[in-house]
C-alpha cells in the first residue's frame, strides 16, 4: 500500500507531515554525509566521525571542520591571510 | 483546472480593468511565469518609454504550477522596464503571495498607466479593485499589509508591498512580501512607486484541479524523497542557504573592501553556528517547501532589541557582510531595515561599497559624504545610517539611491576612475562573491538579462568537480570539469540561463533543481510534473526551447529599450586586471584573462545562433524561436533593414 506523506484536508489540498518528510527518503546514503571535497585540490577527503580539523591527504591544505545533524562541513582553513 | 487562472490588464490612469485568457499557443511558447511575463513585459511597455512614466508595465507572473502540489512551487516573477539599467526589469520571490494569487484566479497582471494618487489592489476569488491607499503611503512594509488585513478583515490574505523606498522613487527599491520575500532584483518596487501602487492584497478560494490527482500525490512524496535526500538539501534545512559561506570564504570566494580582499580571517564570528547561539528564533518555509530553509531571528538585547524577522541568507552574509561588519547584529538589523523600507541589499551593498572605496582612495571626501567618516571599519555603524538615509533620499542617500548608473554619473566630476570602482554589469550591481577566478560565473554576469546576477545562470555546478562524463551527458558536449578552465563553459552557462528560465515558468524554487544538484529534479521530473498537475505534454527539447525563446525575446527587450549589445556583454575590469590576492592556492592570482574571455563570449553567441559583432539573434534564430513575429525593432536596427 502506498504511503502518503500527506493528509487531505476538506479542499483536497495536502497537509505537510513534516515528521515524514524531514526523515528524507530511502535514496540517502549516510556514508556520504562524512565524505568532502577538498577547496584545493578537489580530491575526495573522508573525514572521521567528529574530528574538528582534517588535514586533506593529498595537498596537505588543513581545514577546520563542523558537524551538523551528522553532517561534515568545512568551517575555515587554518591559514590566515584575508581581512 | 490549474490551466484556466487568467491574465487581468490594469490600467491605473483609465482605472479599467480587463481580464484575458491565456491562449494554448502562449502556453506552448512561454509556458507561464517569467516566459509568459516577458511576453507581456515585450507586448505591453512601450517602446522607448520612460520607465518611471505612465508608458511603461508592471507585470507580476506566478509560474504555471505555482500553487499546485509540485515541491516549492511558491514563486511569483515581477518585471517591466528597468529604471535603475534602462533594460529588462526581471525578479523573482517566494512566500505564499503567488499561490494565493493563483487562488484567486489569476496567473499574470498586467498594471499599466499611472494613478494621480495612491492606490492599491484587492484581487479575491476573480474579482479585482482599485482601493484607495493614501492612508498606506509613508508606512513600511511590515506595517502595510496588517493595515490591510485588519481594514479587509481578513487575516488571510497575503499582501505585495512597497515601502517608503519605493514611494520616493529610490532606483534600487523592491517589491515584497512577507516577513523577508522580495523580487529584489532591477527596481520593482520603483515601478510600483512610479504608479503609486502601494501594494496588491490577494485572497483566494478556488480550487487548482489536478489533471492527474492520485498520481500526482504520489509522485510528489516521490519528488520530496528525491529533494531531501541530497545533501545540500539537507545542509539548507539546518543551516539555510548560509551553508555556502563558509566554504566560498575558506577558498576565498568572497569579496570584501569591493573586492580587494577575497577572504574574512574572523569566520568564526560569523558562522551560522554564532548566529544560533544568540538570534535563532526558528525555520520557516515557503508555499509547499519540504526543505525549511528560511531562518527566523529575534534580537534580544542593544539597541535593535525586539527586532524580529526571517534571516539571515547567504545573500545577507555576502552584500551587507561585504563591508567588513563583524558581527550578527549589523547584519541582522541592516537586513530588517532593507525589508522594512524595501531595498534590493545585493545592489545597495554593492553601491555602498564602491562608493567606500572611493573614500578610502580620496577621490570623495567627507563634502560629499555629508560629513560621514565611510572608513571600512565604521562599517557596523554606516549600515543602517546609510540604508535609512538611502530610502529617504536624504544626505549621501540621494546619491546612493541612484543606483550603480546613477553614481557614477553624479561622482565622475571628481574623478574619472570612479566607473572603475563602482563595480556592475548593465547597470546591477553584483553580489559580493568572486567571479573572477571562474569563468562560467564570469560570462554569466556579463551576458545576464538582467544585469550582473548570479541567480540568471550561475552554474554551481562548476564547483563540484563532477566526472566530466556526468558534465556531457548534462550539457551534450565536452565541459571541463575545473572551475577555472574556460573549456566548455559556455556551452555550461548557456544550459544553466536556458534551464533556470524554465525554472523561473515553472513557479518552483531554483534551488530544488539542478542549480544545487544533478541529483535535484531537473527535465524529467518537469515533464512529469506538467502532464500529471496540467496535463500538458511537453518533452525535454521542448521545454528548453521555450528557456531560450524567454532568454532571446528578454535580449531583444534590452537592445530595443537600452542598446545593450556585445559591448555591455562584459565584467567590471577589476575582475579582468586585478589578480585574487587571498584564499587557497588554487584560488590566489586568479583573473579573468580578457582574450580568453572574448573568445568564451564568440562560443556563446554561436551556441544560441547570435551574430558575433553584436551578439543579437539571426533572423533564422528568430525564425526558429517563433520570435520573427513579435514586434521587433531588432531586425531594422541590427541588419539595416
Known amino acids: 500500500m502506498t504511503v502518503f506523506p500527506f493528509d487531505l484536508n476538506p479542499k483536497g489540498l495536502p497537509n505537510l507531515n513534516r515528521k515524514t518528510i524531514l526523515m528524507g527518503g530511502s535514496m540517502r546514503k549516510q556514508e556520504r554525509d562524512n565524505v568532502l571535497r577538498c577547496l584545493n585540490c578537489f580530491g575526495r577527503m573522508e573525514i572521521p566521525l567528529k574530528a574538528k580539523q582534517y588535514m586533506c591527504p593529498n595537498c596537505k591544505m588543513e581545514y577546520y571542520i563542523g558537524w551538523r545533524e551528522g553532517q561534515a562541513k568545512i568551517l575555515g582553513s587554518t591559514d590566515k591571510e584575508g581581512a | ?641
Open chain 2, 1 to 641: 483546472m490549474t490551466l484556466r487562472s487568467k491574465i487581468a490588464i490594469i490600467d491605473l490612469t483609465k482605472k479599467s480593468i480587463t481580464t484575458e485568457s491565456i491562449p494554448e499557443k502562449m502556453r506552448r511558447l512561454y509556458l507561464g511565469g517569467r516566459g509568459i511575463g516577458a511576453h507581456l513585459i515585450y507586448n505591453h511597455v512601450e517602446p522607448g518609454t520612460d520607465p518611471l512614466g505612465p508608458g511603461n508595465a508592471l507585470v507580476i507572473s506566478t509560474g504555471i504550477l505555482t500553487g499546485t502540489i509540485a515541491p516549492a512551487a511558491a514563486r511569483t516573477h515581477i518585471g517591466g522596464k528597468s529604471p535603475l539599467t534602462g533594460g529588462f526589469a526581471s525578479s523573482n520571490m517566494g512566500g505564499f503571495f503567488g499561490p494565493e494569487l493563483k487562488f484567486a484566479g489569476f496567473e499574470h497582471l498586467v498594471i499599466k498607466g499611472a494613478s494621480d494618487k495612491p492606490v492599491y489592489l484587492w484581487i479575491h476569488d476573480g474579482e479585482i479593485e482599485i482601493k484607495d491607499a493614501s492612508h498606506l503611503w509613508g508606512k513600511d512594509t511590515f506595517e502595510t499589509p496588517q493595515i490591510i488585513r485588519d481594514e479587509l478583515g481578513d487575516e488571510e490574505i497575503k499582501v505585495a508591498c512597497i515601502g517608503i523606498a519605493g514611494e520616493n522613487l529610490v532606483r534600487l527599491a523592491n517589491f515584497r512580501t512577507g516577513p523577508k520575500n522580495a523580487a529584489g532584483r532591477t527596481g520593482t518596487g520603483c515601478i510600483a512607486g512610479s504608479k503609486k501602487l502601494k501594494a496588491i492584497a490577494v485572497r483566494g478560494h478556488q480550487d487548482l484541479k489536478l489533471a492527474h490527482p492520485r498520481e500526482a500525490l504520489e509522485y510528489a512524496k516521490e519528488a520530496i524523497d528525491q529533494i531531501m535526500s541530497t545533501k545540500v538539501a539537507k545542509a539548507m534545512s539546518v543551516d539555510g542557504t548560509s551553508f555556502i559561506w563558509n566554504v566560498t570564504n575558506t577558498s576565498g570566494l568572497l569579496e570584501f573592501r569591493n573586492g580587494q580582499i577575497n577572504k574574512f580571517d574572523d569566520w568564526q564570528k560569523m558562522t551560522i553556528e554564532a548566529f544560533e547561539e544568540k538570534y535563532k528564533a526558528g525555520m520557516a518555509a515557503c508555499f509547499n517547501c519540504s526543505v525549511h530553509c528560511r531562518h527566523q531571528f529575534r534580537i534580544k538585547d542593544g539597541p535593535w532589541a525586539g527586532v524580529f524577522g526571517e534571516g539571515p541568507e547567504y545573500n545577507t552574509q555576502t552584500s551587507l557582510g561585504s563591508f567588513g561588519a563583524d558581527n550578527w547584529e549589523t547584519l541582522l538589523a541592516g537586513w530588517h531595515l532593507a525589508n522594512k523600507y524595501g531595498i534590493d541589499t545585493t545592489g545597495w551593498s554593492n553601491d555602498v561599497r564602491g562608493v567606500m572605496e572611493l573614500y578610502q582612495r580620496g577621490i570623495i571626501d567627507k563634502k560629499v559624504t555629508g560629513g560621514l567618516d565611510l572608513s571600512w571599519s565604521n562599517a557596523n555603524q554606516l549600515i543602517p545610517i546609510l540604508l535609512e538615509q538611502t530610502a529617504k533620499k536624504e544626505g549621501l542617500g540621494a546619491i546612493l539611491g541612484l543606483g550603480s548608473l546613477g553614481i557614477i554619473r553624479e561622482l565622475s566630476k571628481y574623478s574619472e576612475d570612479v566607473g572603475y570602482y563602482i563595480l556592475h554589469v548593465k547597470g546591477l550591481g553584483k553580489l559580493g562573491n568572486v567571479d573572477r577566478a571562474q569563468p562560467s560565473f564570469a560570462l554569466g554576469i556579463a551576458t545576464s538579462t538582467r544585469g550582473a546576477d548570479h541567480l540568471r545562470s550561475r552554474p554551481a555546478l562548476d564547483h563540484y568537480h563532477l566526472p566530466e562524463e556526468v558534465l556531457r551527458d548534462l550539457y551534450g558536449g565536452y565541459v571541463s570539469n575545473d572551475f577555472r578552465s574556460y573549456e566548455g563553459k559556455a556551452r555550461m552557462v548557456r544550459w544553466h540561463e536556458l534551464t533556470y528560465a524554465v525554472v523561473d515558468c515553472l513557479g518552483t524554487c531554483k534551488f530544488q533543481t539542478v542549480f544545487f544538484s544533478p541529483n535535484l529534479p531537473a527535465y524529467k521530473e518537469w515533464i512529469k510534473y506538467l502532464h500529471l498537475i496540467t496535463g500538458l505534454e511537453f518533452t525535454k527539447e521542448e521545454l528548453f526551447d521555450i528557456g531560450e525563446r524567454v532568454y532571446t525575446l528578454e535580449r531583444m527587450f534590452n537592445y530595443r529599450e537600452a542598446g545593450y549589445t556585445r559591448k555591455d556583454d562584459r565584467v567590471p575590469e577589476r575582475c579582468i586586471k586585478e589578480p585574487l590576492k587571498h584564499g587557497l592556492p588554487a584560488i590566489k592570482g586568479a583573473h579573468i584573462d580578457r582574450e580568453k574571455f572574448e573568445k568564451l563570449l564568440d562560443e556563446y553567441y554561436e551556441l544560441h545562433g547570435w551574430d558575433k559583432e553584436n551578439g543579437l539573434p539571426f533572423p533564422e534564430t528568430l525564425k526558429r524561436l517563433e520570435l520573427d513575429k513579435e514586434p521587433s525593432h531588432l531586425h531594422r536596427k541590427s541588419h539595416g533593414a
